[in-house]
């Protein structure tokens, strides 16, 4: 079997490996065969081999005749839309299944959205982590952010055009509005565009995003663990004094310190 990463975009970013690939390989596994036979033909190749579809809702109930194929000797080349399969695409089961089996899993590497998007950010790219799609439900959504509040690596997300809006917002929430990120949309495409600056002023500007989007988040800024929640109180409670509104004074140490507005204002409330 062998995973095979295709163009995130622009045809001519394909390897001579992958045509090759795809005019040799026995089976090809695409998670779209109409973009698969697009790409072919952008490459000027021709797919001899049998070509199936692999998408999300039908990817468990083919991966027996696949792994049958494999077994016989034959080339199954598992290609999704765009960048490498497995990354937040239809394959890892399949790799698990043939990994168990002990069948042959190689690669015919190629382009990644989630290592471009870091590249083009200007963020810390050293260490980073990968968080793929956030949950859909709003609770959900929240609970996974908060969970990465104290994340101090560089975070990679993908999101749908139609939920940006709503996960930003939920970013701000979580993060703060001055943590630093990067909306990087249709990368290596005509419209290719990367937003540099702060969650709050990303989110501003969500509704007019448009395409294919990935966001890289900068990670929690080391002062984030080293202030406690009396020290937190103590900075509100003297903007109070001063003549702040309780609301505007936790905005502001919140943004201050790079921490989310919830954990100051829970700093500022609580007991004693």
């Given at each position: 079997m062998v995973l095979a990463g295709t163009p995130l975009g622009r045809p001519a970013d394909a390897s001579s490996a992958l045509c090759e690939l795809l005019a040799e390989a026995d089976v090809v596994a695409a998670e779209d065969t109409r973009r698969l036979h697009r790409l072919a033909d952008d490459?000027?190749?021709?797919?001899?081999?049998a070509v199936v579809s692999y998408y999300e809702s039908v990817e468990q109930a083919r991966i027996p005749?696949?792994?049958?194929?494999?077994?016989?000797?034959?080339?199954?080349?598992?290609?999704?839309?765009?960048?490498?399969?497995?990354?937040?695409?239809?394959?890892?089961?399949?790799?698990a299944a043939a990994a168990e089996a002990g069948l042959p899993?190689?690669?015919?590497?190629?382009?990644?959205?989630v290592i471009t998007a870091l590249a083009l950010?200007?963020?810390?790219?050293?260490?980073?982590?990968?968080?793929?799609?956030?949950?859909?439900?709003?609770?959900?959504?929240g609970r996974a952010l908060a969970a990465l509040a104290d994340e101090p690596r560089t975070m990679v997300f993908f999101e749908s055009v139609h939920r940006l809006a709503e996960s930003l917002a939920?970013?701000?929430?979580?993060?703060?509005?001055?943590?630093?990120?990067?909306?990087?949309?249709?990368?290596?495409?005509?419209?290719?565009?990367?937003?540099?600056g702060t969650l709050g002023e990303l989110a501003a500007g969500a509704a007019t995003a448009r395409g294919e989007i990935t966001l890289v988040v900068a990670g929690a800024p080391a002062v984030l663990r080293e202030v406690d929640d009396a020290t937190l109180r103590a900075a509100v409670d003297a903007l109070v004094d001063a003549g702040s509104s309780r609301r505007d004074?936790?905005?502001?140490?919140?943004?201050?310190?790079?921490?989310?507005?919830?954990?100051?204002?829970a700093a500022a409330t609580a007991p004693g």
């Open positions: 490459l000027g190749v021709t797919v001899r081999g005749r696949l792994l049958d194929r494999i077994r016989q000797g034959d080339t199954v080349a598992v290609v999704t839309d765009a960048g490498m399969p497995s990354v937040s695409d239809p394959g890892y089961r399949l790799v899993i190689t690669t015919v590497p190629g382009p990644s959205a950010s200007g963020l810390p790219s050293d260490r980073f982590c990968f968080e793929g799609f956030l949950p859909r439900k709003a609770g959900d959504r939920a970013m701000v929430e979580a993060f703060g509005a001055d943590r630093p990120a990067a909306l990087c949309r249709e990368l290596t495409k005509t419209y290719e565009e990367v937003r540099r004074a936790v905005d502001r140490i919140a943004a201050q310190h790079g921490l989310p507005r919830r954990k100051v204002y």
